[in-house]
């Protein structure tokens, strides 16, 4: 199965599947998949601008409304993750994961999928400490610290991913695993971004979550993106444990390194989205303990039932597909120009 891995997207859906394309040419290969690592900005319409945490005057439709209307296919599956840029409303929508449009799936805060016979897990968002044991308190409209605090990750969706047991092959996170840079070239990527030095230098660079995640579920790939820059490491797991390989890649932007093709061992097509039997039963029984205030997580209440059974019975019934794609509000309509609230440019990219 050959993979197109894909940085952070900022709403260039256009370009990137234009630069997969002309990679399937030149290449004369066959991409089945695409990888998003977060920042994808799936806005429908401007009121989904009002979502996103970036400077009002930076604010553009871009392209994903045309593949929300339908304007547009998208021609490759695509599979995405939240990062600290995205229309957080529709994705709020989405928490469990979902079609975002047609062929374009969201993995959900937190998720695994299954792609022909490979388990693809993700985490959305960043880690700031300050929420991280809190609820998903926020609801839209946003006030001006809601906006900011809606995609920090959260411990419940975190606990959910340290259940699966069963091997993953490949897992994204927006923001990279804490000191990820000690297992690749950190030397070259200072001389790259030297005002990462310190950062590196104290161990403080990167995500606490996603390194617990990083050594708990052991995936053979881990792709991730925030950082703007590509980076390579090797992680072995014990002496003689299994080795993840991690690559962190750039922004969509010309002459950066934002896409990489990556071929991996799997049984042969076609392939579809289908839900994972595992992650479904863990998302039943950590439903209990929803939270939805600031209050932190009480484990007190979890429920202890195995639902794996109740869940094959379920999938065995009605089959292992994701619900199909169903448009919830409006798609923006270049014929109307935008108000005066958001104005053509690029979006800040950062």
């Known amino acids: 199965m050959k993979i197109a891995v894909e940085g952070c997207m900022h709403g260039e859906l256009d370009t990137v599947y234009a630069t997969v394309k002309h990679l399937e040419e030149v290449e004369n290969t066959k991409i ?59 994705l709020w929508e989405l928490y469990y994961g979902g079609w975002a449009a047609p062929n374009i799936y969201f993995l959900g805060y937190s998720g695994v999928i299954k792609f022909g016979n490979i388990r693809i897990g993700g985490l959305s968002g960043i880690y700031k400490p300050r929420e991280y044991h809190l609820g998903h308190y926020e609801m839209p409209p946003y006030d001006e610290n809601d906006i900011r605090s809606v995609y920090h990750v959260r411990e419940y969706d975190v606990m959910k991913l340290k259940e699966v047991k069963g091997q993953i092959d490949i897992f994204m996170s927006h923001d990279w695993p804490l000191r990820i840079t000690e297992y690749g ?49 090797i992680i072995q797991h014990g002496e003689n444990g299994p080795v993840t390989k ?4 750039d922004k969509c932007l010309r002459g950066r390194k934002f896409l990489q093709i990556v071929d991996i061992e799997a049984d042969p097509g076609p392939y579809e989205v289908q839900y994972d039997e595992e992650w479904l039963a863990i998302t039943r ?13 009480q484990l007190g209440g979890l429920d202890k039932q195995d639902y794996q059974q109740w869940v094959r019975n379920k999938l065995n019934a009605r089959g292992a597909k994701p619900f199909d794609f169903v448009p919830t ?6 014929s109307q120009p935008l108000s005066n609230r958001s104005h053509c440019g690029n979006l800040l990219r950062s």
């Not at 930076?58 to 600290?84: D, E, L």
């Not at 991690?246 to 890649?249: I, K, P, R, S, T």
């Not at 509000?329 to 270049?334: A, E, K, Q, R, Y």
């Open 329 to 334: 509000v409006p798609s923006f309509d270049p």
């Open 32 to 90: 089945d998949l695409l990888l998003c690592c977060g920042d994808f900005q799936a806005i429908r319409n401007e009121n989904d601008l009002e979502s996103l945490n970036v400077k009002p005057k930076y604010r553009n439709m871009n392209s994903f409304w045309k593949y929300y209307s339908g304007q547009a296919v998208a021609p490759y599956p695509t599979i995405f993750i939240g990062g600290n840029h995205e229309a957080s409303n529709y």
């Open 285 to 297: 029984k950590f439903n209990s303990i929803f939270p939805l205030t600031r209050k932190s997580v």
């Open 185 to 233: 070239n950190w030397e070259k990527l200072v001389r790259h971004k030297p005002f990462f030095r310190q950062e590196v230098l104290d161990g403080t660079l990167g995500s606490v979550p996603a390194a617990e995640l990083l050594k708990a579920l052991q995936p053979r790939y881990w792709f991730s993106a925030h950082l703007h820059c590509k980076f390579p490491a």
């Open 246 to 249: 991690f690559l962190a890649l």
